[in-house]
């Protein structure tokens, strides 16, 4: 498991765009025949990836934990990306299609993923936090979500938003999790931006193409950078960073937070004219 020490907002001014690129972006994931892990210092989050071919794959502790199992202290939310596949909690089993997500609760022993067809292999993104309370797996079919529209094609960030873990649907401990997925000619997303220091963000990019890019915008209001981020790279928010981004096409990307509350309107907003 790899180990990330995310920079703070003192160190962030100095850094080059390497630096950048190493304390705030996870790349790597999606490994065929393979499960990933990434362990970030900020809010003790795991970020990873599970791509089963023709064998099962399974989900580890990692001495890093020191945990006999995975989610002995801990809960993660698993979503598809790819073709279908299975994921199995403690025998039981949840068929999920492409943008389907299960949650999975603390003191879930044994989490294995399968793939239906290796062609086409399920592509399963984790993101997994502390937890001080146990919640039953549950899965989230995307097609039963009535998504939230925001934004206009006027303004390039028309947008559905489709929330999986939060409080009033899959419910978690801490974890919150979903998707927004953009319109045909629509390239914004988070704007105007906002930050919350009471939750770190972590944003997984996809249904990119190869040469397609999103412009990821970070930082203070008042001293914002950048980082060019690829088809599923995974991108690491600070509380005090706000937290946009611009694309070359239109894409998804599956948005995961976890701290202090689980209240998704908790947000300070910051005005567009404020960026600087």
């Given at each position: 498991m790899r180990l990330i020490q995310v920079a703070d907002a003192v160190r962030y001014p100095r850094m080059t765009t390497e630096e950048m690129r190493a304390a705030f972006l996870v790349e790597g994931l999606f490994q065929p025949g393979r499960v990933d892990l990434v362990y970030v210092d900020l809010d003790r989050t795991v970020i990873g990836s599970a791509v089963p071919l023709d064998e099962a794959l399974t989900l580890s502790t990692d001495p890093d934990l020191r945990a006999d199992?995975?989610?002995?202290?801990?809960?993660?939310?698993?979503?598809?990306?790819g073709g279908a596949g299975l994921v199995a909690v403690d025998g039981e089993k949840f068929e999920l299609s492409n943008l389907d997500a299960v949650y999975v609760g603390r003191g879930s022993r044994v989490i294995s993923f399968t793939s239906f067809d290796a062609a086409t292999?399920?592509?399963?993104?984790?993101?997994?936090?502390?937890?001080?309370?146990?919640?039953?797996?549950?899965?989230?079919?995307?097609?039963?979500?009535?998504?939230?529209?925001?934004?206009?094609?006027?303004?390039?960030?028309?947008?559905?938003i489709a929330r999986y873990i939060h409080l009033d649907g899959a419910r978690s401990c801490q974890l919150v999790m979903g998707v927004t997925s953009l319109s045909t000619g629509s390239v914004?997303?988070?704007?105007?931006p906002h930050t919350h220091m009471r939750r770190s963000e972590v944003y997984l990019y996809f249904n990119l193409e190869l040469a397609d890019r999103v412009i990821h915008l970070m930082g203070p209001?008042?001293?914002?950078?950048?980082?060019?981020?690829?088809?599923?790279?995974?991108?690491?928010?600070?509380?005090?960073?706000?937290?946009?981004?611009?694309?070359?096409?239109?894409y998804s990307f599956c948005w995961g937070m976890g701290g202090e509350n689980q209240v998704y309107t908790d947000m300070d907003p910051l005005a567009i004219a404020d960026l600087l």
């Open positions: 199992y995975f989610t002995e202290r801990r809960e993660v939310g698993i979503l598809n990306i292999p399920a592509e399963f993104y984790l993101l997994s936090y502390p937890a001080h309370a146990s919640y039953p797996a549950t899965k989230v079919d995307f097609r039963t979500l009535e998504p939230a529209v925001l934004g206009t094609p006027e303004t390039a960030n028309h947008r559905r914004w997303n988070t704007m105007p209001a008042h001293q914002t950078r950048h980082i060019v981020i690829a088809n599923k790279q995974v991108v690491i928010s600070p509380g005090w960073s706000i937290h946009a981004g611009v694309g070359t096409s239109s």
